[in-house]
């Protein structure tokens, strides 16, 4: 396993991060999914990662729970957590106790003594930037504050912003508050790469959200004719990004070989990309994510022509 400082910061973590939205049911019990994802991320602690993503949305706590409450590397490890104040049903407005709440509740349910990354998220009903942007200035300083409260007990440690878009990620990368962002960015996924340079000048690190785009960047999934039954990208939802993927197996013959791969590789050819956040529900994932990044990657020139082919797609990701 290879690690990256993330940004300008202290903090060293592994280039792969533990993403546990599909790794277990939401009912704690003794299913065999659940079963299966617990083996999932200790497998990967046991072959370095020593990075995990959560949310108490994604209900699944209950089974990291498990696996981490008596896990003698439970103190090396590194958490990121999702804190979306304020969130949809709030109004707009930023409630400190809420988010102090978001972090206890996740240093309890993790056993850890402290987040290491808050992804910050900003929500509206409905979230459009049009109501979005006009907050950034009036959350940034009770943000600020609240965050700034809780490093001084020790609890957190570095703030990153979720975006969603790229308007907000531009407004929101000015305030200063942020040592980096966490985003959506994979073959298919590029609009945030528009930031990397500037990101990279002012030295702040970049958290890349679902690098395999939800596991259509596999090679299970590579042919769609081939889906298995009832597999979730059967839906219509997904015809553009596989007719983009089609156009990337055309630019890049040889990468696409494994396609699984060299999507995980392609991530991390960047440097301002400091971990990948990635679902990983069996032991056989976590050995196929981890065997791919093994610090072998392609040059800048295949992010160029990656973003190239993205910006001329008008039609995805606007
Ligand atoms: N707003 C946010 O902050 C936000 C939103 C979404 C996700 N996330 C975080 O990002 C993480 C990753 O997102 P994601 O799971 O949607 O996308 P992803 O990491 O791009 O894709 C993960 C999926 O790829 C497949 N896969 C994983 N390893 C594989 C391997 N070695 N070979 C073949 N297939 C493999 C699995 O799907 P199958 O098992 O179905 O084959 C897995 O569920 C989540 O767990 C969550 O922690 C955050």
Known sequence: MEYRKFGDTDLVVSEICFGPMRFAARAQGEDEVS????????????????????????????????????????????????????????????DAEKFRLRVEEALRELHTDCIDV??????????????????????????????????????????????????????????????????YYNLIEMKMAEFFPRMQERDQGFFCIRPLMAGLLTDRRSDRGSLPDGDRFQDSQWDERYQHLEELKSLFPE???????????????????TSLIVGMNSEEQVDGVIDAADGDYPDLSVFEKAWELWKNRKTIDP
Not at 156 to 172: C, I, N, Q
Not at 255 to 273: I, M, W
Request: aromatic content about 10%.
């Open 118 to 183: 808050v992804q910050h998220l900003l929500r509206s009903d409905p979230n459009t930037d049009e109501r979005r942007i006009p907050n950034i200035s009036e959350v940034d300083g009770p943000l600020r504050e609240i965050f700034e409260t809780l490093k001084a007990e020790g609890k957190v440690k570095y703030l990153t912003t979720f975006p969603y878009t790229v308007g907000f990620a531009r407004s929101s990368l000015e305030t200063g508050a942020f040592s980096g962002m966490a985003a």
């Open 255 to 273: 990468q696409t070989d494994s396609l699984t791969a060299f999507a995980v590789r392609f991530v991390l050819c960047h440097p301002v990309v």
């Open 35 to 94: 079963r299966r994802g617990k083996r999932a991320l200790e497998r990967a602690i046991e072959r370095g990662v020593d990075f995990i993503h959560s949310s108490y949305e994604y209900g699944t706590r209950w089974a990291m729970g498990d696996v981490l409450e008596k896990h003698p590397r439970r103190h090396d490890l590194h958490h990121i957590i999702k804190v979306p104040i304020p969130d949809f049903k709030d109004g707009d407005r930023f």
